[in-house]
């Protein structure tokens, strides 16, 4: 890959918390590329949201090197990259704090000096991809959790960034708040943007994500699609973290059922079990030889 | 479970309003939590899960304020009527971030805190705590900071400082949203352990639909603020029409099976666990063999 074709680039990146001399992070090298959506997940501790810090220039490195967009963090001002990457925090309740809905999405493009017609554009469009239409005028901690975390989305969308970092969006979510979430990443994958999500909810990295990098103790365990990092449940157990259940079980059935070893979705599994079935029913016949190398044994 | 016999929860008509609210949080809620049971409540964001956990240990109403109709009973207490101090004796309770919990330097001076304030004596401090550090599988922690534990440490902790307090009930509310997933095992493994081991009453407002099938009796639903179903995890999560109504993540095999079932294709049994799931599909595809 070319450079200009990179989004970000970590060059032996190290962080130490003083004043306790504590290191997030042991040298860690990473290049995403520009569009692609990338799961980041390991243990509490593993240094994920310290690595996040580091992408937007909250944190600098203690040595190694971040460029994002080109540009290096440590000769950039927070503010220029703040329109090249956007960072939502972990815990909504940290970031909100204008009256209204609408305030709060247009302070960040405010205060990039744009016109108030671009800045109102800018809300609009804010508005619509985050579903907010019915709470622009209502007082942004008094919404629900889930529409909280969308108004923290929303408002890092009108800075208009090329490059979207996530910290763990979907934590205390539920099931619904969890995939809306999801989606509106999904979204801007499509359209374009560089997107890294770092959660503890593996089936959603599974179903969304099309590589996925595995954090250990500071370091990079894993970095591969996100098929074959979950192909490696004995790695990811040493850094705390357990494979979705539906790729556990496509794991642990025996291989001559013909059944695909890898699934990171239950349509995955499902469809060639009810193929499969299918079959089966009418004619009890041996199934698996129609079926024999029809799967690969890996992701 | 231990035999459920005793009522230690009894919900009796509860409906709830935070002040200057006119929507209930909680309407008509009726049901009975027995003795060593380990019981679960789902429900979206805005259910009334944690309203209904704060009920337990009487902050709803007597510190937020608003109003409460019917009345609840828990270890022979009412709600309304014992005071928080009291109540805590007998209702321990561990929130969804530990950050917001610990505040000591030492995760024996943690523990010892609830029991401290009692006036409990000294030595009786002591043999509690290190027993409740022992309970959580955190012997040998006694001198560690909880601000240099893991996650799922530092929820195991919150765990033991509620259980120096001997309740007889132990509500966690979203305890291990923002653990990882060995972590969350983890703390769903001890609260497990000492509802078998001390016949423990354990309610736990959760998402983690494949934890409350390997771990819970019961399950409650709620939603808007009303208890719409209860039942053992493998009723709930069996309930295609209940899960269409009410977004509850059901643990990952059920919804294989449901999936399976709207083609026409069913496992002999109803999966919840991976291991079942396993059988069923051996089962329904091996038999071609």
């Known amino acids: ?299 | 479970m231990t035999h459920p016999s005793e009522p230690t929860i009894i919900v009796d008509d509860v409906s709830y309003r935070y002040p200057r609210t006119k929507r209930y949080a909680l309407r008509h809620l009726d049901l009975t939590i027995h003795r060593g049971e380990f019981v679960a409540v789902l429900g979206e964001n805005g259910a009334g899960k944690s309203t209904f956990c704060q009920a337990l240990n009487g902050v709803v109403p007597q510190s937020r304020g608003g109003r409460m109709r019917g009345r609840i009973v828990v270890g022979g207490l009412d709600t309304q009527q014992a005071t928080v101090a009291e109540l805590a004796q007998k209702v321990g309770i561990v929130l969804e971030d530990p950050e917001t919990q610990l505040f000591t330097t030492s995760a024996l001076s943690e523990v010892a805190f609830g029991p401290e304030n009692l006036g409990v004596d000294p030595e009786e401090i002591l043999r509690r705590a290190r027993w409740a550090l022992k309970a959580v599988g955190l012997a040998g922690y006694e001198d560690h900071a909880p601000t240099a534990l893991s996650g799922g440490q530092k929820q195991r902790l919150a765990i033991a400082a509620a259980l120096a307090m001997h309740p007889a009930v132990l509500v966690l509310d979203e305890a291990t949203s923002q653990l990882d997933p060995m972590g969350t095992v983890e703390v769903f493994s001890v609260v497990r352990e000492l509802n078998g081991q001390y016949g423990l009453t354990i309610v736990m407002a959760t998402n983690k639909g494949e934890q409350v099938a390997q771990f819970c009796d019961r399950v409650l639903v709620l939603h808007d603020g009303e208890l719409v179903a209860q039942g053992t995890p493998r009723e709930i999560f069996a309930d295609a029409e209940l899960l269409g109504r009410v977004m509850i993540r059901a643990p990952q095999v059920s919804q294989l099976a449901t999936y399976l079932e709207g083609r026409d294709t069913s496992l002999a049994d109803f999966p919840i666990t991976l291991d079942e799931a396993r059988q069923g599909i051996v089962q329904l595809i091996g038999e071609a063999y």
């Open chain 1, 1 to 299: 890959m070319k450079d200009n074709d990179l989004a970000i680039v970590v060059e032996d990146l190290e962080y130490v918390y003083e004043p306790h001399s504590l290191q997030a992070i042991r040298g860690i090298n990473l290049a995403v590329g520009r569009g692609e959506f990338v799961g980041i997940v390991g243990h509490n501790g593993a240094g994920k949201t310290t690595l996040l810090k580091n992408l937007v220039g909250l944190l600098l490195p203690t040595s190694g090197r971040v460029i994002v967009d080109g540009l290096d963090t440590r000769q950039t001002t927070v503010a220029e990259l703040a329109t090249r990457v956007g960072y939502v925090m972990q815990n909504p309740d940290q970031q909100l704090f204008a009256q209204t809905v609408e305030e709060e999405i247009a302070f960040g493009p405010r205060n990039l000096g744009l016109a108030e017609g671009e800045v109102k554009g800018r809300v609009q469009a804010a508005i619509a991809l985050t579903g907010l239409d019915a709470f622009r005028q209502e007082f942004p901690p008094a919404l629900a959790k889930g529409d909280r975390a969308k108004v923290v989305i929303g408002s890092v969308l009108a800075m208009r960034p090329d490059i979207f970092v996530f910290d763990e969006p979907t934590t205390g979510q539920d099931y619904r708040g969890c995939h809306q979430i999801m989606q509106i990443a999904h979204r801007l994958h499509r359209q374009g943007h560089t997107v890294l999500v770092v959660t503890h909810d593996v089936a959603l990295v599974a179903e969304y994500t099309g590589r996925t990098v595995v954090l250990c103790q500071g370091e990079v365990l894993l970095d591969d699609t996100t098929a074959a990092v979950f192909a490696q449940p004995d790695m990811l157990r040493r850094t705390h973290v357990t494979p979705p259940q539906i790729t556990q079980l496509a794991q642990a059935l025996p291989r001559e059922l013909g059944l695909p070893a890898c699934a990171l979705t239950v349509e995955q599994l499902g469809q060639p079990i009810a193929e499969r079935a299918r079959h089966i029913a009418p004619k009890q016949q041996r199934a698996g030889l129609l079926w024999e190398g029809s799967y690969s044994s890996d992701c």
